[in-house]
T-cell receptor, first 109, second 114 residues
Framework: KNEVEQSPQNLTAQEGEFITINCSYS?????LHWLQQHPGGGIVSLFM???GKKKHGRLIATINIQEKHSSLHITASHPRDSAVYIC???????????FGEGTQLTVNP | GAGVSQSPSNKVTEKGKDVELRCDPI?????LYWYRQRLGQGLEFLIY????????KSGLPSDRFSAERTGESVSTLTIQRTQQEDSAVYLC????????????FGPGTRLTVL
C-alpha cells in the first residue's frame, strides 16, 4: 500500500471542465508537492504547500493538514493540461520525497 | 540560466556492464536529488546531496548503485553490473537550499539494460 494515495488514477474530461485530483497521506508532513509530468517525460513542479491554498493561473492547490489531504484543481481545463499529475510529500522526519502513483489526465477538445 | 541537464539522454547497455549517468544542476543550487521511474510506475527516491553534508543514501536499492557529487556541482550516478530490472528513467533534480525548496527536474536518462 502506497503511503501517498492519489485519486483518481485516470481522468478524462472535456475541454472547459473543472478538474479535481486528490491526494491523501498517512503521517505528518513538512511539505506537499504537486508535480506535472508531460507526455514526453519532463517533470515540472507546480506547487509546494505546507498549509492553506495556493493559486497559479488556472491551477489551485489546497491542503488540509488535520485531514492529511490535498487537492489540485484545474479550472477551464484545456487539452494542453493533459499530463500525469503527481503528489509527493516530505515527512517531518526525513529529507526525501515520497511520491504517489500519479493521475493520468486527458482533456479532450 | 540553464535548467538541470542530464546526460546521456538515452543509454542502452548489456546486462553486467557498468553505467555512469551525469547530472548538471542549476548553478547555485546546493541540493541535488536522484530519482528513478520504472515504466508505468511512480517515482522512487534514490539519493539526496545537500552542500558538503553526508548524502542521504537511504533510497539506493542495492550496493551496485552509488553516486558522487563534487561540492555543489556535477553529480554522477553509477550502476555496476547492471541488471534488467535497472531499466528505468533516472531523473535528477536540484533546489536552491534545503529540501523545503522547490525542486527543478532534469529531462532524465532512459536506461535500457538488455
Amino acid at each position: 500500500k502506497n503511503e501517498v494515495e492519489q485519486s483518481p488514477q485516470n481522468l478524462t474530461a472535456q475541454e472547459g471542465e473543472f478538474i479535481t485530483i486528490n491526494c491523501s497521506y498517512s503521517v505528518g508532513i513538512s511539505a506537499l508537492h504537486w508535480l506535472q509530468q508531460h507526455p514526453g517525460g519532463g517533470i515540472v513542479s507546480l506547487f509546494m504547500l505546507s498549509s492553506g491554498k495556493k493559486k497559479h493561473g488556472r491551477l489551485i492547490a489546497t491542503i488540509n493538514i488535520q485531514e492529511k489531504h490535498s487537492s489540485l484543481h484545474i479550472t477551464a481545463s484545456h487539452p494542453r493540461d493533459s499530463a500525469v499529475y503527481i503528489c509527493a510529500v516530505r515527512y517531518i522526519s526525513g529529507s526525501r520525497l515520497t511520491f504517489g502513483e500519479g493521475t493520468q489526465l486527458t482533456v479532450n477538445p | 540560466g540553464a535548467g538541470v541537464s542530464q546526460s546521456p539522454s538515452n543509454k542502452v547497455t548489456e546486462k553486467g556492464k557498468d553505467v555512469e549517468l551525469r547530472c548538471d544542476p542549476i548553478s547555485g543550487h546546493t541540493a541535488l536529488y536522484w530519482y528513478r521511474q520504472r515504466l508505468g510506475q511512480g517515482l522512487e527516491f534514490l539519493i539526496y546531496f545537500q552542500g558538503n553534508s553526508a548524502p542521504d543514501k537511504s533510497g539506493l536499492p542495492s550496493d551496485r548503485f552509488s553516486a558522487e557529487r563534487t561540492g555543489e556541482s556535477v553529480s554522477t550516478l553509477t550502476i555496476q553490473r547492471t541488471q534488467q530490472e535497472d531499466s528505468a528513467v533516472y531523473l535528477c533534480a536540484s533546489s536552491k537550499g534545503t529540501y523545503t525548496d522547490t525542486q527543478y527536474f532534469g529531462p532524465g536518462t532512459r536506461l535500457t539494460v538488455l
